[in-house]
């Protein structure tokens, strides 16, 4: 069955880095588009990065840019998000996502999620 499997969250000091991970099985990887998402206590899910099908293009939440990196690594069938100069209010629930096509921000065209992995930023 569909599997993405998010890792690499946990608990940083404000500065730090963290690079999560998710690992994808049970389709074809290749052709969809991956995004990253995040959701903070009491606050809606959000937006945090898309790279699409080859890896060559990518979209960012614009209050990121500059500090998170998304790519992709097809013959590992993994997406990944380097987050850098980590504040605590980038503390949330982090989650992958797959929709076939281009690349979008829109979580209602994702069709594959991941379970999510931690990320906590202490000030």
């Known amino acids: 069955q569909v599997q993405l499997v998010e890792s690499g969250g946990g608990l940083v000091q404000a500065g730090g880095s963290l690079r999560l991970s998710c690992a994808a099985s049970g389709f074809t990887f290749s052709p969809y588009a991956m995004g990253w998402f995040r959701q903070a206590p009491g606050k809606e899910r959000e937006f945090v990065a898309a790279v699409s099908w080859s890896g060559g293009g990518t979209v960012y939440a614009d209050s990121l840019k500059g500090r998170f990196t998304i790519s992709r690594d097809n013959a590992k069938n993994t997406v990944y998000l380097q987050m850098n100069s980590l504040k605590p209010e980038d503390t949330a629930i982090y989650y992958c996502?797959?929709?076939?096509?281009?690349?979008?921000?829109?979580?209602?065209?994702?069709?594959?999620w991941g379970q999510g992995t931690q990320v906590t930023v202490s000030s």
């Open positions: 996502a797959a929709k076939r096509g281009g690349l979008s921000s829109d979580y209602g065209l994702f069709l594959y």
